[in-house]
């Protein structure tokens, strides 16, 4: 269908998004992605939501900070403006970014007054515009990370609408949250939970449109999960609360068995001794050691050890002149039991 030649490095980015870590603000800044990167060389990694109007009116622009070794590494934007989203996606790719996402899945409130995240499910010409005008904009491909539906909207009519409109526009990828958004009377958190998840739909968008690279997302928790979805023709499987809350269950088995990688897994605590020369980078740079260890707390999560480790961490990482020192000292926690 699309003989529209593809931009630079776009078969690499999709063969990444086979599994991909959520954008989650707050949570996957880039100390949260350095871990994540340690765990896995190959996944596709979110920043957090970064609104264009700050971006392009409020010159934000260390909001694009981020290191090489993130790659591939995809930027989130917020917007419905079309010239400022153009704009924004422009900054991104300048800055590295591999890929340009729009976020049109968010319900918090902020953002709804901003006529933008979920509720552009209500509007798809409005974000077939805006991505034409990121495409046109960006040398790197523009994705949209979308509900299934928000409010009284039917879902099964929603999607397939909008997934039809925004392709139009030339975008090839998109993530899925396998569930609608209920803007009025849920709060985000909630809306996170309550809503149900709709496996079916989504796994039929693909079926309907063959053409499209579809990642779904939502209440997926294990990597047994997100091979029975690639198994069954999804594209992609994108991972939020379980990549960041058990970040070795997840990834450390990830590039092997999603990605066919060769070579041994990745550890957690190797991952942790990863971590150490970028803390102290960090450190040296005016940094706080609990910014990054405060992504690390989940590490080793349901092994033994996991408590003293998130409890070292938590308790000394603010103090004044808190260092690696402390991430040696929470691994002894684990080492020790471990020997046990
Ligand atoms: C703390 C937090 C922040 C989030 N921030 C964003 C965001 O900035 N942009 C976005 O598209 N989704 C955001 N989400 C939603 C996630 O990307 C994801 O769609 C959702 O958590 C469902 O996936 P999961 O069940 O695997 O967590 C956020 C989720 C959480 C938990």
């Known amino acids: 269908m699309s003989a529209e030649p593809e931009k630079p490095g776009v078969s690499d ?35 957090e939501m970064v609104t264009a109007a700050a971006l392009v009116r409020g010159g934000a622009v260390h909001l694009l900070e981020h290191a090489p ?67 046109a904009a960006a040398p790197v491909e523009v994705t949209v990370k979308c509900r299934i539906g928000v409010d009284d909207q039917r879902p099964e ?10 392709s139009k526009a030339g975008v090839r990828r998109f993530a899925i949250h396998a569930r609608m958004a209920w803007l009025d009377g849920l709060s985000p958190k909630e809306n996170r939970d309550v809503p149900p998840l709709d496996y079916p739909l989504v796994r039929a968008m693909k079926a ?8 779904v997302n939502g209440g997926i928790k294990s990597l047994d999960a997100a091979e029975a979805f690639l198994a069954a023709g999804m594209d992609g499987v994108m991972v939020g609360r379980a990549a960041y809350h058990q970040p070795a269950d997840i990834l450390c088995a990830a590039d092997r068995r999603i990605f066919g990688a060769t070579g041994p897994d990745s550890a957690a605590e190797g991952a942790a001794r990863a971590m150490l020369p970028y803390i102290e980078a960090h450190l040296a740079a ?55």
């Open 13 to 47: 980015i999709r063969q990444a998004a086979r599994l991909s870590v959520a954008p989650m603000m707050d949570w996957t800044d880039r100390h949260c992605r350095a871990l994540h990167r340690a765990l896995s060389r190959e996944a596709l990694l979110y920043t």
């Open 69 to 135: 070794q993130e790659h591939p590494v995809a930027l989130q934007l917020g917007g419905s403006d079309a010239a400022e989203l153009a704009q924004a996606a422009r900054l991104g790719a300048g800055a590295g970014y591999d890929e340009i996402n729009l976020n049109v899945g968010c319900p918090s409130d902020r953002v709804q007054s901003g006529s933008f995240g979920a509720v552009l499910m209500k509007s798809p010409d409005l974000v077939a515009e805006c991505c034409a005008a990121m495409i």
């Open 157 to 166: 009519e929603v999607l397939p609408d909008f997934l039809a409109r925004v």
């Open 208 to 215: 309907e449109f063959p053409h499209l690279h579809l990642s």
């Open 286 to 340: 005016g940094g706080r050691l609990h910014q990054v260890t405060r992504h690390m707390l989940g590490l080793f999560a349901g092994r033994p050890g996991a408590r003293g480790w998130r409890r070292t961490l938590s308790e000394g990482a603010t103090r004044p002149g808190a260092g690696p020192e402390l991430v040696e000292a929470a691994l002894g926690e684990v080492t020790s039991l471990a020997a046990e």
